[in-house]
Every structure is written in C-alpha cells, then in structure tokens.
C-alpha cells in the first residue's frame, strides 16, 4: 500500500502557488523533439506507439526491392493522377513515419501537415515496408507499424519480408481504427503474383521480378535471430 501525505489546511499559506502543475502530453512532447531531431545522413526517425524510433538506411537487398517496386508503380501509375514516393514522412496527428513506399496523390500540396513536414495520413492510399534483418526491425514492420497504418485508415498495407519463411508478401486491407488491425489479410510466398485489388494501384501486380525468388531455406540458427 502507498501512503500519500496531504498538508492540512491551516498548514497552508496565504501566498502559497495553488496553481495545479501542468499535466504533459507526451504525443506534444515526442512530436517536438522529432522534429528537432539531427541525425546522420543515412538515419530517419519516426514516432511508433508512444516513442521515436531510429533506423539505418536498409541494406543493399532492401534497397533493391524498394527501388524495383517504386520503378514498376512509376509506369503504372504514370497516366493517373497520384504517384508512387520514397523517403516521405506521412503524419496522422501527432504520429510521424517513413514507409519504404507510399501512394499519394501528385498534388501534395492540399496534404501536406501544418508544419510541412510530410504528407497527411488521409491522402495515403498505399504504404509498403520491406522488412529489414533484426529481430525489432522486424517487430516493427509486422506488429507496431502494422497496428498504427491501421489506425490511421490506410487502405493498403503491403508488408516484402524476406525474413518470413523463405520469403513472403502480405497485403492487408480494410483497416480497423478502432481495433488498430485488418480484415483483409492476403499472404503468399515469394514466386506467388499478388494482384492489388483496390486503389489507385488496383491491377498492380507484386511478382518475383520484385521480390527476388524463394530465399534459400533458413538453418535453425538463423531463424532463432
């Protein structure tokens, strides 16, 4: 049991501060302190579920698979009227991430945040992370970014993990707000075309000329990193 002492009436002072101490609200407190944030070049920050998290550049398989994705949403949606983007902060309220990929519409000006620092959530129709090595980077693409792209209502979220399995492509759809989770959840092994089915992108389709093929079948030590 905790015990709080309370001063007793009479032992307060005619001229003592009643003035109740400001509460903080650490969404304010993360949100300027992003925002202030010097990094490296090849480092970007984001604020994930209560914290702001750090990442290194990906590594050249992970660049290679974002770079083919992006290039092949280039000529999909080259005669439409949104664009595929790369190192892009999308922000939903005081939240701030930089998905490998996103789908945007190519006027981003009526999107952009209040302090221009990237685009609103509400104008993301796409997002996709290709999962990097290491056991929370891959948390944070599977679990933490998973559950906060759906409460931000992101239509789609498309999840290039080569570290699931041989390798996989998941596409997640209908988000629940309220649930922070998906109804829609289509998952296929690498090699397996996946066909988007709503969007601007829809007809897009994730094949091994992105992904790469299976990946070789993983030890046991390397699967328990």
């Given at each position: 049991m905790?015990?709080?002492a309370h001063?007793?009436?009479?032992?307060i002072?005619?001229?003592?501060?009643?003035?109740?101490?400001?509460?903080?609200?650490v969404?304010?407190?993360?949100?300027?302190a992003?925002?202030t944030?010097?990094?490296?070049?090849?480092?970007?920050?984001?604020?994930?579920e209560g914290?702001?998290?750090v990442?290194p550049?990906g590594?050249?398989?992970h660049?290679?698979?974002?770079?083919r994705l992006?290039e092949?949403?280039v000529?999909?949606l080259?005669?439409?009227?949104?664009?595929?983007?790369?190192?892009?902060?999308?922000i939903h309220?005081?939240?701030?991430w930089?998905p490998d990929v996103l789908?945007?519409?190519?006027?981003?000006?009526p999107h952009a945040?209040?302090?221009g620092?990237?685009?609103?959530?509400s104008?993301?129709?796409?997002?996709?992370?290709?999962v990097s090595?290491?056991?929370?980077?891959?948390?944070?693409?599977?679990?933490?970014?998973?559950?906060?792209?759906?409460?931000?209502?992101i239509?789609?979220?498309?999840?290039?993990?080569?570290?699931?399995?041989?390798?996989?492509?998941?596409?997640?759809?209908d988000p629940?707000p309220d649930?922070?989770?998906?109804?829609?959840?289509?998952r296929?092994p690498?090699?397996?075309?996946?066909v988007l089915?709503?969007?601007?992108?829809k007809g897009?389709?994730?094949t091994?000329?992105?992904?790469?093929?299976?990946?070789?079948k993983p030890?046991?030590?390397?699967?328990?990193?």
């Amino acid at each position: 049991m905790t015990a709080l002492a309370h001063k007793a009436p009479e032992d307060i002072t005619p001229d003592a501060d009643l003035t109740p101490t400001p509460v903080l609200d650490v969404d304010e407190v993360l949100w300027q302190a992003w925002k202030t944030l010097e990094l490296p070049e090849g480092y970007h920050a984001e604020i994930i579920e209560g914290a702001i998290e750090v990442s290194p550049t990906g590594r050249l398989t992970h660049a290679q698979i974002v770079n083919r994705l992006r290039e092949s949403l280039v000529l999909f949606l080259a005669k439409s009227e949104f664009q595929s983007l790369q190192d892009t902060n999308v922000i939903h309220g005081r939240k701030a991430w930089t998905p490998d990929v996103l789908i945007a519409p190519r006027d981003l000006e009526p999107h952009a945040d209040e302090d221009g620092l990237g685009i609103k959530a509400s104008a993301v129709s796409l997002v996709v992370e290709v999962v990097s090595p290491g056991r929370e980077c891959r948390r944070r693409d599977r679990e933490r970014k998973r559950r906060e792209y759906a409460r931000a209502g992101i239509p789609l979220y498309v999840i290039v993990d080569s570290h699931d399995a041989r390798g996989t492509v998941t596409v997640l759809s209908d988000p629940q707000p309220d649930r922070a989770d998906w109804v829609g959840i289509h998952r296929v092994p690498f090699g397996t075309e996946v066909v988007l089915q709503d969007g601007p992108a829809k007809g897009f389709a994730v094949t091994e000329a992105i992904t790469g093929p299976l990946a070789a079948k993983p030890t046991k030590a390397s699967a328990e990193k």
